[in-house]
């Protein structure tokens, strides 16, 4: 069963900086659109950066500028740079397919942004 890991998060203050990666069983991130979903505390998960196979990356309007999403087909890897953090930014990430189709969402990585 294809498992997707995430890793990275942790307690910044705001401006901060955190680089969250993500790895999976066998070649799913290399042959697929990859996305970083983030789900802050009483709301619905939502799409933060996806990235094509050939490393096209979009962005939700709250993070433009400040998260770089990347991936490295050597390593089988998609990682998401996070910058000037804010406490709005306090969530639990997720990397999954793009869109998120086909498997069972990871434990996901807590990021909590506060001083």
């Known amino acids: 069963q294809v498992q997707l890991v995430e890793s990275g998060g942790g307690l910044v203050p705001p401006g901060g900086s955190l680089r969250l990666s993500c790895a999976a069983s066998?070649?799913?991130?290399?042959?697929?659109?990859m996305g970083w979903y983030r789900q802050i505390s009483g709301k619905e998960r939502e799409l933060v950066a996806s990235?094509?196979?050939?490393?096209?990356?979009t962005y939700a309007d709250s993070v433009k500028g400040r998260f770089t999403i990347s991936r490295d087909h050597v390593s089988g890897t998609v990682d998401l740079q996070m910058n000037s953090l804010q406490p709005e930014d306090t969530a639990v990430y997720y990397c999954?397919?793009?869109?998120?189709?086909?498997?069972?969402w990871g434990q996901g990585t807590q990021v909590t942004v506060s001083s």
């Open positions: 990235i094509t196979r050939g490393g096209t990356s």
């Open positions: 066998g070649s799913i991130i290399r042959d697929n659109a």
């Open positions: 999954h397919l793009f869109p998120p189709v086909g498997y069972t």
